[in-house]
């Protein structure tokens, strides 16, 4: 099923077909605005598409990578090598205590199991802060 989204999406884009989607009205003058004044596509029937086609690629790579997961369930990062993932990529100064990380990891999920890495950040931050 994978194997097919993704040869449909590296498809010929060049036959097309009308399609008659219900969006709501303000988001669709949301797209109208920001195509004529941003200038973020050429038409909002692109932007759409262009839209649509992220999701599903997303969606394609988070199956694949849940798959992948799944078979091989000792090579999912933990929350904390995420969070540390990720500040190094907002060049946050965090990147350089990895060991705070851990620390913040297990004490936000300990109160809130399903908090992401942005959550473990935000607590190392505030940590921070708090003992300066």
């Given at each position: 099923m994978l194997d097919e989204?993704?040869?449909l999406l590296d498809a010929d884009?060049?036959?097309?077909?009308?399609?008659?989607?219900?969006l709501p009205a303000a988001l669709r003058d949301a797209a109208a605005l920001a195509v004529t004044h941003l200038g973020v596509a050429g038409s909002t029937t692109s932007l759409t598409a262009a839209a649509?086609?992220?999701?599903?690629?997303?969606?394609v790579m988070e199956t694949a990578l849940e798959t992948h997961f799944e078979s091989h369930p000792h090579t999912r990062p933990s929350l904390a090598e995420v969070a540390l993932a990720l500040a190094s990529q907002d060049g946050s100064p965090l990147a350089d205590r990895p060991e705070?990380?851990?620390?913040?990891?297990a004490q936000v999920v300990?109160?809130?199991p399903d908090a992401d890495a942005d959550d473990v950040l935000?607590?190392?931050e505030a940590q921070v802060a708090a003992s300066a």
């Open positions: 989204i993704n040869r884009g060049g036959t097309t077909v009308n399609t008659s989607m219900r649509l086609r992220r999701a599903l690629e997303t969606a705070l990380l851990e620390r913040a990891a300990a109160h809130h935000l607590w190392a």
